[in-house]
């Protein structure tokens, strides 16, 4: 938000610092929230981990369920699942971040020149979106990762980012394309400012939720996509992350036996960690159309009955502009 | 005009990028299907390694111009070679026994997932905050949990505690594929888990979409107009709001049905399902090239359809794409 000031009046409001984190919807607080423990867990996890999480116990023969010593109980051999958890999520996290980053600055690229240049550029970077958009994604990238030689996120994360970022460019083009024909736009380039500085002044922050929602949903795909290939056995299995602990648990049978505290912790994780992801998400949909917002609770205020045809409430804070 | 002739365009590039890919997918790869076989037959002789190399045309003569030529010709007789793992199985073959198993069971699963999607979020659009709104985060709770690891939960509960469905494969082995009831029964029997997980876990996606555009659909004055000549609800609701707001829906649903082909991979590995994913998983991890490449070419054929299907429909649905070139 600090290149605000510099803008000329602008469609979007842009509230103050301040304001700003209050007038994000609830649902994006909650997602922001849970996904800001899942991010310390990820740089502090190795550290607080209380055991190897590669550590095995020679005398162990099945899973043990929690006790004190192993707070999330032990695989069938022997090793301790909080700290495999601990260890495991740094490696997810940094995978979602490092597809997310790739793929959204991959979108931008392609969406705000092929949106902004329209013409020849347009046209080939809107055929090429189209192309990755209908290639079958999972079973490609089971082929790519399970024959290349990768060994760490980089590879990993290069390879579904090229994969993913054609969706987001498409959106960003259409977005792009609309706030090109406001007056604004044109009132810049009638004062002589260079095309790239129009782009990245004028067009791209008010782009800045879309591009959000963009980069968290690309998040979530990460997530899903690389927990989904280490389960069906494209992975590393030399490092832990919630992909290669789920596997190990369905390797050992974790399922049939009922080791609960095996499967159980990583998959739900998991599943919190997409929760996040897609609550922020909702949040971020809302602060850029306020219709979605959930009325319920204002709807008490009201003497007679809310109608869905009645037109959105929207609440004024601070004097009226 | 200009806008038929960019589709077509657009279909003629993207049939060439999935062809090209497809061609490039062995030759990247390490190994070739005749190694692939002789690791499973090492008593082959050096005579019939030979013949195999003639057999599946990986011999690599010629420059990569002439091999990429001679797979062009190839493909448009229709000839996708033979099956290493299943040898001498034709790929056709193969593609011919699993799509179907894919193709009812996902195509349905996509369907049903669909119509209650819709119905849901033309519910909860209309009544934000509603009862029926309600539901939508436990739904997206589901959609962001990792499908696999839903299933084998589903699985351990209603199949191995509860004995409810079975919880592996198509049919129940041993059973005579075709057309009598006692197959039919059981395959019915063998698709409800694996339909249900699939349901469940992509309902929200429609339900979302759905409920966002019939809000902002219900702020639209024909809407209030409607209300105001007193019509029932249910007539403002279906034939006012939601027939205008299912647009973009209808088109998400053109392209999920051509990733039917594709789609439930991970389903059909966790329920062991004979379709193609199952297969797909079989030949990556049986180095069997040409069944991998059938089946990219009929997942990527599919998509494609279903792309052209989706056009067709906007074009029909909305009458504004006939007048408006803009996409």
């Keep these: ?321 | 005009m200009q806008f038929i002739i960019r589709r077509l365009g657009f279909y003629a590039v993207a049939a060439w990028a999935a062809v090209t890919v497809n061609f490039f997918i062995p030759r990247v790869l390490p190994g070739t299907p005749v190694e692939a076989m002789l690791a499973q037959h090492p008593q082959l002789t050096a005579a019939a390694v030979r013949a195999l190399d003639i057999e599946f045309g990986v011999g690599r003569q010629g420059s990569l111009v002439h091999q990429y030529g001679a797979y062009l010709s190839q493909l448009f007789s229709g000839n996708l070679g033979v099956s290493t793992s299943a040898y001498p199985a034709t790929v056709t073959s193969v593609l011919g026994t699993t799509i179907p198993w894919t193709l009812m069971l996902v195509g349905l699963a996509t369907i049903v997932s669909f119509v209650l999607g819709t119905l849901l979020g033309i519910l909860a659009g209309w009544r934000r905050g509603g009862r029926f709104d309600q539901l939508l985060p436990a739904f997206t709770f589901l959609q962001a949990t990792p499908y696999f690891f839903l299933a084998l939960v589903a699985i351990q509960l209603f199949s191995n505690d509860w004995h409810l469905f079975p919880g592996y494969g198509g049919y129940t082995l041993g059973d005579h594929i075709g057309f009598n009831g006692a197959f039919i029964s059981s395959a019915l029997r063998h698709g409800i888990l694996p339909a249900a997980t699939i349901i469940v876990t992509s309902m929200a996606g429609w339900m979302l979409q759905m409920r966002n555009v019939m809000i902002t659909t219900i702020g639209e004055d024909y809407v209030l107009a409607a209300e105001a000549k007193g019509l029932s609800t249910r007539r403002v609701m279906f034939t006012y709001a939601a027939r205008n707001a299912i647009l973009p829906n209808i088109a998400g649903f053109a392209l999920a049905i051509g990733f039917v082909v594709a789609g439930a991979l991970v389903m059909e590995i966790v329920f062991s399902y004979p379709g193609v994913g199952y297969t797909l998983y079989n030949a990556v991890t049986q180095d069997d090239f040409p069944v991998m490449q059938g089946i990219f070419l009929a997942i990527s054929g599919a998509v494609l359809l279903a792309c052209l299907l989706a056009d067709v429909i906007y074009v029909i649905a909305d009458p504004r794409t006939r007048t408006r070139a803009a996409y």
């Design chain 1, 1 to 321: 938000m600090a290149v605000a000031v510099s803008l000329p009046p602008s469609p979007a409001v842009v509230p103050r610092r301040g304001q700003f984190l209050r007038a994000m919807p609830a649902k994006a607080k909650v997602g922001g929230a849970i996904l800001a423990v899942f991010v310390l867990i990820a740089i502090i996890g190795p550290a607080i981990a209380p055991f190897d999480p590669s550590a095995t116990n020679p005398l162990a023969t099945a899973p043990a369920p929690p006790t004190l010593h192993h707070l999330l109980g032990t695989t069938s051999t022997g090793g301790d699942v909080l700290s495999q958890l601990l260890v495991g999520l740094r490696s997810s996290v940094l995978l979602g971040v490092l597809t997310a980053s790739i793929a959204t600055l991959l979108s931008m690229a392609t969406g705000l020149t092929a949106g902004f240049l329209g013409g020849v550029a347009d046209e080939g970077l809107s055929l090429l979106m189209n192309v990755f958009i209908v290639l079958p994604a999972l079973p490609l990238l089971i082929v790519l990762l399970g024959y290349l030689p990768h060994s760490g996120d980089l590879p990993t994360a290069i390879v579904l980012s090229a994969l993913g970022w054609s969706w987001g460019a498409r959106v960003i083009r259409a977005q792009t394309l609309t706030l090109r024909g406001r007056d604004y736009i044109a009132a810049a380039r009638e004062t002589g400012e260079r095309t790239w500085r129009i782009v990245v002044f004028e067009i791209l922050p008010n782009e800045v939720s879309l591009i959000a929602a963009n980069f968290v949903g690309t998040f979530l795909y990460a997530i899903l996509t690389s927990v989904a290939l280490a389960f069906i056995g494209v992975a590393n299995f030399s490092t832990w992350n919630l992909g290669t602990i789920l596997f190990w648990a369905q390797n050992g049978n974790a399922f049939n036996i009922g080791a609960w505290w095996w499967y159980v912790p990583p998959g739900v994780a998991a599943a919190l960690l997409g929760m996040s992801l897609v609550l922020l998400n909702f949040g971020l949909d809302e602060l850029g159309n306020p219709r979605l917002r959930d009325s319920s609770g204002r709807r008490k205020r009201h003497q007679r009955a809310w109608r869905p045809t009645d037109p959105t409430p929207v609440e004024r804070r601070g004097p009226a502009t």
